[in-house]
């Protein structure tokens, strides 16, 4: 049976060569860039909880550092390191192996060095901890939202939140469909390289993993501002737009959680740079809303400006 040291030495041990020390020593050394801050963010994953046992490790090794990678897009931030806090019931060196694969072709995919964590036995849990660097006068945060920014989406959200409904016999997809809305629930793609480019573009983000609606109040509350979304506007992926079930897709655009797309606004006069910036990322940029004078609340309109009922904003843990 391998002990803790054997499966931190063989796969948590790489070379690290953004950092000044690495794993191995009791704490790593890092040195930010001349104008830069760190931006930190940490996220956990408890099976049971975020994942249900007998989740493919490779996968679980992307989804938990794509999570937090997701954080430092929404922050505007680049990706520099991770650490990896891990819980395993046994030192099963097949899973730890799989696990780390996913991890690292993450990781490597966006330049980030893992260079440091903790190692014990217990329930699986996962607890990664991100940290990247922005100029502290550009960071993308959620209190800056003013009345008259457009609302923007990436991508499109409910693709993750309909592959779970799959998942749990509430809905029923098949071929592409069902492989697409899995694979953006299992492997989500932090948005790294947008959160970067919104730099001076965007007044305030946040990434969607509770749910639009759910995210977009937290960006309303932190601004004390008010929005209206068209819901006319949103982007409606294949997968739910081939969907018999309009309630079910509705929930999962609004409230839908797990898809790791940003929410951004800006000012209007931004608006050809962002379609620009959509183009040349081959991202889809949508603009779903806009922000105004009020308390902190969003209203759904149609594309009669009538008001849409809203039975759900997004997920809760203890609600
Ligand atoms: P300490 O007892 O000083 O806390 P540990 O014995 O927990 O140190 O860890 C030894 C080294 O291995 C440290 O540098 C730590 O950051 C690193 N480490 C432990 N577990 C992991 C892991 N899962 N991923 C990456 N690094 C790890
Ligand atoms: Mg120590």
């Not at 499966?7 to 009791?26: C, E, H, M």
């Not at 490790?57 to 989804?63: E, Q």
């Not at 329930?123 to 009345?147: F, H, K, M, N, Y």
């Not at 932190?222 to 997968?239: N, Q």
């Amino acid at each position: 049976m391998a002990s803790e040291f054997d499966l931190i030495g063989r796969y948590f041990s790489r070379s690290a060569p953004s950092a000044l020390l690495g794993v191995g020593d009791d704490g790593a050394l890092l040195q930010p860039r001349t104008g830069m801050s760190l931006a930190v963010s940490t996220d956990m994953l408890l099976e049971g909880r975020h994942f249900l046992p007998g989740t493919d490790p490779a996968k679980l090794g992307h989804k938990a550092l794509a999570v937090n990678l997701s954080d430092l897009a929404a922050m505007g931030a680049d990706a520099r390191w991770a650490l990896l806090a891990i819980a395993l019931p046994e030192a099963n060196e097949a899973w730890v192996a799989s696990f780390a694969k996913g991890f690292f072709a993450l990781a490597d995919l966006h330049g980030v060095d893992l260079v440091g964590g903790d190692t014990t036995r217990g329930p699986l849990a996962i607890t990664v901890t991100v940290l990247g660097e922005v100029p502290p006068e550009l960071a993308l945060r959620r209190d800056g939202a003013l009345a008259g920014d457009d609302i923007w989406l990436s991508g499109a959200t409910g693709e993750a939140a309909l592959g779970l409904a799959h998942v749990q016999g509430r809905a029923r997809l098949n071929g592409e469909h069902l492989v697409q809305c899995v694979a953006r629930l299992d492997t989500p793609q932090p948005r790294l390289e947008l959160g970067g480019r919104l730099r001076g573009i965007a007044r305030s983000a946040i990434d969607v993993s509770d749910g639009l609606l759910a995210d977009l109040m937290h960006i309303l509350q932190a601004s004390g501002v008010a929005a209206e979304v068209r819901i006319d506007h949103l982007p409606v992926a294949a997968a739910l737009a081939a969907c018999g079930d309009a309630k079910l897709v509705r929930d999962c655009l609004l409230a839908g959680g797990d898809d790791y797309e940003l929410v951004f606004t800006a000012p209007p006069h931004h608006h050809a740079e962002i379609a620009a910036l959509s183009a040349e990322l081959g991202l889809a940029l949508t603009a779903i809303g806009t922000v105004m004078p009020g308390e902190p609340a969003v209203v759904v309109r149609d594309a009669s400006g009538a008001e849409v009922p809203v039975a759900r904003h997004g997920f809760d843990h203890f609600s």
